[in-house]
């Protein structure tokens, strides 16, 4: 049973990871990406290439992984996603379904609709067990993202609530307006963002390339997930995204361990019972501007 | 006379293109009998996106889950022929009377929240939909689909036949019926209120239209509308897949609805003809990738701006808002 819970906080690690950039810039310019899967998939596509091709070791592509997304998505932010920051949700959502299926039609055709694999090093793969019985616990490479992803939520934190860029992300979350009267470029705030979530994306993509299966459909498989982290934890701090991101992960483990014929349908009716109970999400913040 | 001065009445009125358009299209089928499976499905995907539209043009509810209510409509069409009678047109109404109590039932989950609340949700109804199609394999056929549906003749004497003449005809039919429905409802005082709950919901409520239920009756009429699309579907294909409850459904529709033009009725019927056409060219083609093209076309169309896609002489100046 530890096991299923083990493997859930790992899986809600992972996911947190891959959709708290989608968090920030949700909040910070009101913008519905749901294109936010792609930065991922292009993670998990540069770490299996180059270590498919180029046999350079797994722990080097991680960061080459999150590089990689996050030049895509700064560049992309410049030049494409900026004019769309003040038209209406519906174009928002056009382009970025738009672009979602020139991502999944671009991978289909360069690289093919397979399902990669990636090789893991050995160290990675062993498996230590503790315990015994029903509280077995048993942990592989689940411990090596739950490691690497706690570190980056510390420092995300860190980031976030100590540093003069985190105080004016904050500013310019809550109000965007006062926030660049103040002298703040939120311009580049909002680009900086939007490159260091399509990185962590990317890098969560890398990492999890094993554990949720890496193909061309993968921002679609997954976009909804990640909008529930978004919708169900809120926008406005990156506590909620991760309490949600980890509620989910271990409600669909456990869901599909137990109950495997209700599959992801449990995760699905709790997502829409939280949204109507509390449409803005579980945990806001009072005081910021919705 | 001076009734003509109100524009409720004016925009009421059926023009004479119109009827010329409808005429059309009932003879259509004669004059391409090549073709009458292609205007069939125009016909039912114009069925559809006018449903969208009578959601998102008018109302101004972005939803992603609207595939929900067709698949709803598929599937209850499809399983009625097969179990209980194989007459189409009580199948129609039963599968409009399902999608409509459904609809009814998730106009709960989209009166609160913001428009990512919203998307959320439509989308979670139309995951949770599939999922039970796919896990009641017993009754639907899982991840196969539903085969074996006979269907019988149209009103007990009109076959269907190979070619789908029939079918087309039948399709046409109920959609001229529905759009004249959906037409009598946006003219309306009641459509008047929709749009101004569009526009501004915080002054119609200040002006005293009863905002939530109005949402919710909109909504179930869309939903109601969708079934029958999705209704039609299923009697003319014979045929209920997974692929119905599919995300990619949504998004076309509401691809279609765009093209055309939101909030204005025939917008739906424009977006599908040229949808279905495109789609026919592009997938024979590049049979694999025809998404991408799809993609491209998208971010294109919203870069340009959509309002202007129809009017091509404003390509090229610079708008003073845009």
């Avoid at chain 2, 449903?51 to 069409?77: E, N, Q």
Wanted: aromatic content about 10%; overall charge positive.
């Amino acid at each position: 049973m530890l096991t299923i819970l083990f493997d859930g906080v790992a899986y809600g690690m992972l996911l947190f990871i891959l959709a708290v950039g989608l968090a920030v810039t949700m909040g910070l310019m009101n913008f519905i990406n749901l294109a936010h899967g792609a930065f991922a998939m292009v993670g998990g596509y540069i770490t299996v290439l180059l270590m498919q091709r180029a046999g350079i070791p797994f722990l080097v592509c991680l960061p080459l992984a999150f590089l990689g997304a996050a030049l895509l998505g700064g560049l992309l932010e410049r030049t494409l996603y900026r004019p769309l920051y003040h038209k209406p949700h519906l174009d928002q959502v056009l382009f970025s379904i738009g672009l979602t299926f020139m991502a999944v039609a671009s991978a289909d055709y360069f690289i093919g609709s397979t399902q990669q694999i990636v090789q893991l090093p050995e160290w990675l793969k062993g498996r230590t067990e503790i315990g015994e019985g029903a509280w077995m616990l048993g942990m592989g490479h689940c411990l090596f993202i739950i490691a690497v992803c706690a570190a980056l939520t510390v420092g995300l934190q860190y980031v976030l609530a100590k540093t003069r860029f985190g105080s004016r992300l904050r500013a310019s979350v809550d109000d965007q307006r006062v926030a660049a009267g103040l002298g703040i470029n939120v311009n580049v705030v909002f680009l900086s963002t939007f490159a260091m979530g399509s990185g962590l994306a990317g890098l969560g993509g890398a990492l999890g390339a094993e554990v949720l299966g890496l193909d061309p459909t993968f921002p679609l498989k997954f976009m909804i997930y990640f909008l529930i982290v978004v919708a169900v934890g809120g926008t406005s701090s990156i506590t909620g995204p991760l309490l949600a991101a980890l509620l989910l992960g271990i409600a669909d483990v456990a869901g599909k361990y137990y109950i495997p014929k209700l599959g992801a349908f449990i995760v699905y009716c709790l997502m829409i019972a939280i949204l109507i109970w509390r449409p803005q999400g579980l945990f806001v913040r009072q005081g910021g501007k919705s | 006379m001076k009734d003509s001065l109100n524009p409720l009445l004016v925009s009421r009125r059926w023009k004479p293109w119109e009827a010329v358009l409808w005429v059309v299209a009932l003879v259509s089928p004669l004059m391409l009998p090549g073709h009458a499976l292609i205007i069939n499905e125009i016909a039912i995907v114009a069925l559809f996106a006018v449903s969208l539209d009578l959601i998102l043009g008018y109302t101004g509810i972005v939803s992603l889950g609207h595939a929900a209510f067709f698949g709803m409509g598929a599937y209850t069409a499809a399983l009625f022929a097969k179990l209980v009678m194989p007459d189409p047109t009580v199948g129609l109404l039963v599968a409009v009377v399902v999608a409509t109590v459904l609809g009814a039932i998730c106009s709960m989950t989209i009166i609160r929240g913001s428009d990512l609340t919203r998307l959320m949700v439509t989308l979670g109804v139309g995951l949770i939909l599939m999922e039970l199609a796919n896990k009641l394999d017993w009754l639907t056929g899982g991840a196969d689909g539903l085969q074996g549906v006979v269907m019988g003749p149209v009103l007990g004497r009109f076959e269907f036949d190979l070619y789908g003449r029939t079918a087309a005809w039948y399709s046409i039919t109920v959609l001229l019926i529905l759009f004249v429905i959906a037409r009598r409802i946006v003219n309306s005082p009641f459509g008047a209120t929709l749009k101004a709950i569009r526009d501004n919901r915080l002054r119609a409520m200040a002006i005293g239209i009863p905002v939530t239920s109005r949402l919710a009756v909109i909504y179930t009429v869309a939903a109601g509308m969708a079934g029958a699309a999705g209704a039609l579907l299923a009697q003319t294909t014979g045929f209920a897949s997974l692929d119905l409850f599919e995300f990619h459904r949504s998004a076309d529709v509401m691809l279609i609805l765009v093209i055309g033009g939101t909030g204005w009725l025939y917008g739906g019927v424009a977006g599908a003809v040229v949808f279905k056409l495109m789609q026919d060219v592009i997938s024979a083609i590049t049979p694999q990738y025809w998404t991408f093209w799809i993609g491209l076309f998208l971010v294109v169309l919203v870069m340009v701006g959509r309002e202007r896609l129809l009017k091509p002489w404003t390509w090229f100046s610079r708008g003073g808002k845009a």
